[in-house]
């Protein structure tokens, strides 16, 4: 079995989970893409996937369904996915390996 693409830890499993009991259209999962942009050249997007794509990666990981853009792919593989609350801000946070560079706001990064 080849690796996962993305790792999610228990965090992440459960805001996950979260967001999900409060989505109001019947989601399936979330889906996890990058796009062009941000100040390092791409970021991470998430939303809700109401339904699986063509050649989309399903990583179903601690009671989750992720699904990957396979445009997002080569750049995802091997991301563990966290969730950081703080006094101020909660996010969800991507340790890539694949990262060369990464803005300072944690936003965008370059690979």
Same mark, same amino acid.
């Given at each position: ?11 992440? %499993?459960?805001? =996950? #989970? ?7 259209d +019947?989601?399936?999962? $979330?889906?996890?893409?990058? @796009? ?12 809700? %996937?109401?339904? =699986? #794509? ?7 990981? +601690?009671?989750?369904? $992720?699904?990957?853009?396979? @445009? ?6 091997g ?15 991507f ?17």
């Amino acid at each position: 079995m080849s690796e996962q693409v993305i790792k999610l830890s228990q965090n992440a %499993a459960e805001r =996950i #989970k979260e967001i999900m009991s409060k989505a109001k259209d +019947k989601a399936i999962g $979330v889906r996890v893409g990058v @796009k062009s942009g941000g100040c390092a050249g791409m970021s991470y997007i998430m939303e809700y %996937a109401k339904e =699986i #794509k063509p050649n989309e990666e399903i990583i179903e990981d +601690k009671g989750v369904k $992720v699904l990957i853009d396979p @445009k997002a792919i080569m750049y995802l593989l091997g991301t563990e996915m966290d969730y950081k609350k703080e006094k101020f801000s909660s996010q969800f946070i991507f340790k890539n390996p694949n990262e060369t560079e990464r803005c300072g706001c944690g936003e965008s990064f370059k690979v």
